[in-house]
């Protein structure tokens, strides 16, 4: 084997070796295999938060246009201004993930924690509104679940959409 | 050709530290490109998914080991450990990640999954252009450093 051959050998040993003892150490750190297929929920690295999720998930539009329908529920839109602006699910409320900390103290004002919440982004490849599902969670809110398919799942169902 | 000439000796010392400075910037820039991808594996993971070309079950492994080869190779580059080997091994990632995005830009496919998170990757992703034309330069910098013959300068191990 050429002299050059062995050193990339030793090398890639060595990256691989560093990456799966610091993947297994570190707080970031993620599982070998993720869950990347759309058709079993959300696509995630991590496949063992996934399954915790699935409690804390709405599986389909129908189910989440029942929801809606019977009228308790609040709808949270995660997505950016612009793409809630353009449509949004009647009745949802825009609370962008990227302006979270700038507008969750309003949010709070307005919406008590016993109030059910359902949020949603972009449907399967979007983890946003895991993302404020989780950190209204934090902040107290005990009735919050996540409509995974999203505006797209909505708007592929047909069903009415709002816009301002 | 006369190799012992002044002229050629003072030659191969510009190339010595040229060399230097070629394996400084490439070791240096994947150090610093490999530093966000191993604090957050799992938006790396999300981008490599985004890419459409890789089996499901091999996404999260790609995203644990490529950072730590961009780390390796960058490191050994940067301290003169082996860095035939090292621009050898950057090289090969780099023709990698062109053939990637060429493909991705051939047959259109774009990733936008319509999130905040990995809003930037999507960005880069609009201009494969850009991306190519970066990889390229680097690729021929990773080149320069494996072919090189000349005395190289601050070298730890020859390799």
């Not at chain 1, 040993?13 to 799966?20: E, F, V």
């Not at chain 2, 799992?42 to 730590?68: C, E, M, R, S, T």
Request: proline share 5%.
């Amino acid at each position: 084997m050429p002299d050059v051959i062995k050193k990339v050998v030793f090398l890639l040993s060595a990256a691989i070796g560093l990456a799966l003892l610091v993947n297994g150490l570190s707080p970031h750190g993620i599982p070998l295999m993720g869950q990347w297929d759309t058709r079993q929920g959300v696509v995630t690295a991590d496949a063992a938060a996934a399954a915790l999720w699935m409690d804390f998930e709405i599986p389909d539009p129908a189910a989440a246009k029942q929801i809606l329908d019977a009228g308790d529920a609040l709808f949270v839109d995660v997505r950016s201004r612009e793409m809630y602006l353009e449509g949004h699910i009647p009745g949802a409320v825009s609370l962008p993930l990227e302006e979270f900390d700038d507008r969750v103290e309003a949010f709070a004002r307005e919406v008590s924690p016993e109030r059910p919440i359902v949020t949603y982004c972009s449907g399967r490849l979007c983890q946003d509104s895991h993302t404020v599902a989780m950190l209204l969670m934090e902040r107290g809110y005990e009735n919050v679940v996540v409509f995974i398919d999203g505006y797209p799942g909505w708007t592929d169902n047909g069903y009415p959409v709002a816009r301002q | 050709m006369d190799t012992l000439s002044p002229g050629n000796s003072a030659n191969w010392h510009a190339n010595g530290w040229l060399d230097l400075g070629l394996r400084w910037l490439l070791g240096g820039l994947f150090v610093m490109a490999s530093a966000h991808k191993i604090m957050d594996p799992a938006a790396f993971a999300k981008i490599v998914y985004g890419y459409d070309l890789f089996p499901l079950a091999a996404i999260n492994l790609i995203a644990i080991i490529v950072p730590f080869i961009e780390l390796t190779a960058g490191l050994a580059l940067l301290s003169g450990v082996y860095p035939r080997a090292a621009a050898v091994m950057l090289c090969g990632l780099l023709l990698t990640f062109i053939m990637v995005i060429g493909i991705n830009a051939l047959r259109g496919h774009v990733f936008d999954c319509g999130c905040f998170a990995t809003s930037e990757a999507a960005l880069w992703q609009n201009h494969p252009g850009l991306m190519l034309g970066r990889n390229a330069a680097l690729l021929l910098i990773g080149w320069r450093v494996a072919v090189f013959r000349g005395r190289r300068r601050l070298l730890v191990c020859a390799g």
